[in-house]
C-alpha cells in the first residue's frame, strides 16, 4: 500500500502562481524596482508552493506586496497597483488552500471546482473593495495624487490580513 501524496494540489498551486505573475506584471510594468522585488518575491513564492511551505508563500506574497507598494511610490497607475494588490492577495490565498487541501486531502483527490469558486470568491471580494477603493480616488483626485493610491494599498494589505485572520492562509 503507497502513501497518499501531500503535496499541494495541482489547480490551486497553478491558479496560484498564475495570480502571482499577474500581481508582478502590474507592478513591474511601470517600475524596476517593483519588478526587481517582485521578481525576489515570485521566487520565494515558487519555493513556498512547491515544498508546501505557508511561511514561505507569506513572505513571498508579503514581496511582492511590497514591489506593489513600490510601483505605487514612482507613480504607477492606480488601475495598475490596484490590480497587482488584488492578485497578490488571491495568489496567497490560493497558495494557503492547495497546501491546506493537499495536506489535507491528498493531491489527487477531485477539488477543481472547489478551488476555482474559492479563487473566484477571493478574486471577486477584492475586486469589489478595489472599486470602491477606486471610486473612492476617483472623488478625490486632484487633492493628494501620492497619497491616494498608498491608502488604496494599505486597504488592501487590511484585506489579506481579514482573510489570514479568517484562516485563509
Known sequence: MTG???SPTRT???LAVLAALVALAAAGATSWIALAV?????ALFLA???LARHAAVSTGAAALFVGVLAAGVQGAPVTALLVGAVATVVAWDSAGTAIDLGAQLGRSATTVRLELVHAAGTALVGCLAAAAGWSIYQLGLGTQPLTAPVFLLVAALCLAG???ARGGG
Not at 517582485?38 to 515570485?42: K, N, Q, S
Open 4 to 6: 497518499i501524496d501531500r
Open 12 to 14: 490551486g498551486s497553478a
Open 38 to 42: 517582485g521578481i525576489v518575491g515570485v
Open 48 to 50: 513556498g508552493v512547491a
Open 162 to 164: 481579514a482573510l489570514a
